[in-house]
Structure formats: structure tokens, C-alpha cells
């Protein structure tokens, strides 16, 4: 599994009087294949989670992903780190399932062939294949997520990011996408509310106003969780 490094990480939105600083000195070395994020709304998970891939460069410190600057080398971390937003919507960008799919192998030189045996392999375990030729508009909240994390995985990443990816979805679906992010081989660090997705991981951490408050295995840190709350 990669290893993620912070280094005396820091994040600040906006400058001059507007300055909110989100992320507060975090230093974190992990190499789990299982990572959850917890926090409350504003705690800074989303900006976190964004740092992994470089959506978001730190103001000061340092991010390395498998010892990639995600500042100096963001390209080697993009090809690493696949991510997944909370609304799948904002990640379907084709008009059907299949082409969604297709369009994160564009530019990497693969002959057709080989995409359309990949993009193939990527609905069949979705359960998917059915609709490769709908619109993706037509699925439902769940198989969207679903959609979404085929989209991403197609490209093989190391390591996968997901912020809060069954926050929007009810019952059954958000079920079905845990099921498919339990089942998934590789690392995976997700942000959640959800906390029994967080059942058998490996580590949780816990964010409160931008710092990293605790770190440790889920059951100590979800009691440390719920006593922020309470
Ligand atoms: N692009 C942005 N510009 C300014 N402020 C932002 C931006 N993104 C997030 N924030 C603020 O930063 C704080 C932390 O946000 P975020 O990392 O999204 O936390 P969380 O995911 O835990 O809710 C919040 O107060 C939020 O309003
Ligand atoms: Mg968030």
C-alpha cells in the first residue's frame, strides 16, 4: 500500500481579513489499506481528503502520496489517487454509463480493444453491464456512486479517496456502495458519517476544527468521536 505523509500541514481558504484557516498543523504517516476520516461539518475532512490528490495543495507543509510532493509532483499523484465525491453527479461527465467509463482511459494509449475490455470488466462488477448503453441520468442515487467508482477504478488507481460516498444515497443504496467499497483491493481512505462503514478498518482519524484530534483503531476512535459530539 502507498504511504500518505503530512508533514506540519496547514491549510488556509481566502487571505487578508477572510482568512479561515481549515487545517491546522497535521503530521500523519499512514500506510493502512483501510483509513476512515470522522469529523463535524467544517472540521476540515473535505479539505483533507482533497490534499491526498492534490485538489488542494497545502499552505504550508508537505504532502506525499508512495513519496510523491502532491505540490512538485501532482501529476504522479494524480495517476495514484482516484477520488470520489459525496454527488455523483458532479463526476459523470458522458452522456451514457459505458462512455462515462471509457473517458477516464482516454490519453492513455490503449487500443480500443483493451478499453473496451476494461470498461466492460468495470460495469460487469458494478452490475452495471446492463445499462452500458443508458443514459447515465437514468440510474438510480446508488448505482450512480456505483458508476462513479467504476469511472475511477477503471484507471487503476493505488489508492482511493471518497468523501462521504453514501451521505446522499437511502438505505439500500448506500448499502450496496459499502459493499463495493468493502470488497475493493486497494487502499482506501474514506471520509464518512456513516460509521458503521468504518466496521473492521484499520485505523479512523478524527478531525475537530482542523485538527487531527485522535488517531487510532476504529473503536477508540469513534468513543473519542461520539464524546466531541455528546
Ligand atoms: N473553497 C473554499 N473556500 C473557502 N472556504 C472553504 C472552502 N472549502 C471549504 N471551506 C471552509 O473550510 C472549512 C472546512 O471545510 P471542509 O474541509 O469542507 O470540512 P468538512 O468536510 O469536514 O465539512 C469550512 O468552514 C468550510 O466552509
Ligand atoms: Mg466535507
Known amino acids: 500500500m502507498p504511504v500518505i505523509e ?4 496547514s491549510h488556509v481558504y481566502g487571505s487578508g481579513p477572510a482568512a479561515r484557516r481549515v487545517l491546522d498543523d497535521v ?3 499512514a500506510g493502512e489499506q483501510r483509513i476512515g476520516v470522522v469529523g463535524a461539518n467544517g472540521s476540515g475532512k473535505s479539505t483533507f481528503a482533497r490534499l491526498l490528490n492534490g485538489l488542494v495543495l497545502p499552505t504550508s507543509g508537505t504532502v506525499r502520496v508512495a513519496g510523491h510532493d502532491t505540490r512538485r509532483d501532482g501529476r504522479a499523484v494524480r495517476r495514484r489517487v482516484g477520488f470520489c465525491f459525496t454527488d455523483p453527479d458532479a463526476q459523470i461527465v458522458m452522456p451514457t454509463v459505458a462512455e462515462d467509463v471509457a473517458f477516464g482511459l482516454r490519453r492513455r494509449g490503449l487500443a480500443k480493444a483493451e478499453v473496451a475490455a476494461r470498461v466492460d470488466a468495470a460495469l460487469a462488477t458494478y452490475g452495471l453491464t446492463d445499462h452500458a448503453d443508458h443514459p447515465a441520468h437514468l440510474l438510480s ?3 450512480k456512486q456505483l458508476l462513479a467508482l467504476a469511472s475511477v477504478l477503471v ?3 493505488e489508492l482511493l479517496v471518497m468523501d462521504e460516498p453514501t451521505t446522499l444515497l437511502d438505505l439500500r443504496n448506500a448499502r450496496m456502495v459499502a459493499d463495493a467499497v468493502a470488497a475493493l483491493p486497494q ?5 464518512t458519517h456513516h460509521l458503521d462503514l468504518l466496521d473492521g478498518f484499520d485505523r479512523v482519524l478524527v478531525f475537530d476544527a482542523g485538527r487531527l484530534v485522535c488517531d487510532d483503531v476504529p473503536d477508540v476512535a469513534l468513543t473519542h468521536y461520539t ?3 455528546g
Open 141 to 143: 442515487g446508488g448505482q
Open 187 to 191: 487502499q482506501v481512505v474514506l471520509v
Open 155 to 157: 484507471t487503476e488507481p
Open 6 to 9: 503530512l508533514e506540519q500541514v
Open 227 to 229: 464524546s466531541l459530539v
Open 27 to 29: 503530521t500523519l504517516r
